[in-house]
């Protein structure tokens, strides 16, 4: 009879686990596989093993759909060692979550009320209702998307590599864009030269830009594009927020990057065609894909920190994109609006926004700034290396864009894992975690006076 009580007890408390701890966990294990995967000496082309930190920031980078790499993955990782990094960014990319539902409808396994719960908190889905369903159409949109992609691509890839080198170089380069990670095989024309060899190739800069925005706009939103097509006016207000910022973000910068940017002596061996293209590829990359077409060392000051503020904004909750969400800043920007015109309420779209929403966009706020500066100035007394040159390698980390100045392949284990650290932070996020360790929520129904306090 005690045995069966224990039993009981042990299962109870094993249901109660929370969907935040769930999510952590599921990308721990992921992580985790990865990075033993990854140690094997088949996983290297010299055939040796490589060193658990070493691998553990790969297989978190990936995991995370980062990007940032210490090895280049064209030339150090076997194709088994890319296909291990490839399938840990489709599994980030889509969630754990989304990837345990779905294996579980294709075995045939009923999905029951704690399965729902857990997806509709991973993808940032409005309602459970119809959650399996939708998990269906994610799944089979981003298969489809990325299959069409990677069609598209062959012929470039079939010319430059051959036919088997072609289809894997295309399947590569389609999951790596749409899921926003950012790591390439380009490392065989140059180590660590991303996608500067294809600046030229119009192909390959339009499909992958595509893939890397229509993978950061959100699940929500394609379901928004599936059922209202070109009908905006009954888009969800969150589609409408996201997908009015993410024109701002793309169109400013990129007219930043090329009249401020690319008509610098520095630049002078670039076509015309060229500059807009790499504009645009810049704005659209720095939203945490992490792919680049140019040398990014060669950027002004100005031009690297206007990437860092487009890293940590990012793309769209429940999205394969990270930072801190278009939703987020939209949220602040109306809010401090709502302030400087003595409004009560915080409005988006004719829609009311919630104080405790306002509250948690704050928050985000406030944690990745805290996050990424403090990062940047132990890693730059750590390693002796300039401030802001450190900062847009923190910076990437944290919003999970993988774009790098050439630091990080030298940074010492204590840097390195600082970054691990930042990776994890920024794909499970930041109050993931923290709600993850509250046990519980307070009852406590007694309220403290007020009392004012002058701010500003």
Known sequence: MEYKEIVKEKEKKIRQISTSQFIIFGFMIAIVIGTVLLMLPVSSQGKSITNVVDALFTATSATCVTGLVVHDTATYWSTFGQAVIIILIQIGGMGVITIAVSLTM??????????????????????????????????????????????AMFPVFYKEFGFVKGIWYSIFHSISAFCNAGFDLMGVKGEYSSLTTLSGSKIINIIIMFLIIFGGLGFTTWEDIKEHKFNLKKYKMQSKVIFTVTLVLIIVPALYFYFCEFSKEAWNGMSSSEKIMDSFFSSVTTRTAGFSTVDLSKLTGAGQWVMILLMLIGGAPGSTAGGMKVTTIAVIFASAFAVFRKKQETRLFKRRIETEIVATAATILLMYIFLFMISGIAISNIEGLPITSVLFETSSAIATVGLSLGLTPDFCVASKIILIILMFCGRVGGLTIIFATVTGKSNNLSKLPKEKIMVG
């Open 106 to 151: 294709l075995s045939g396994r009923k999905i029951g009320l704690r399965q729902r719960i857990l997806m509709q908190e991973a993808i940032s889905a409005p309602r459970m209702g119809g959650i399996i369903k939708f998990t269906g159409f994610i799944v089979k949109v981003i298969f489809m998307v990325e299959v069409l992609a990677a069609l």
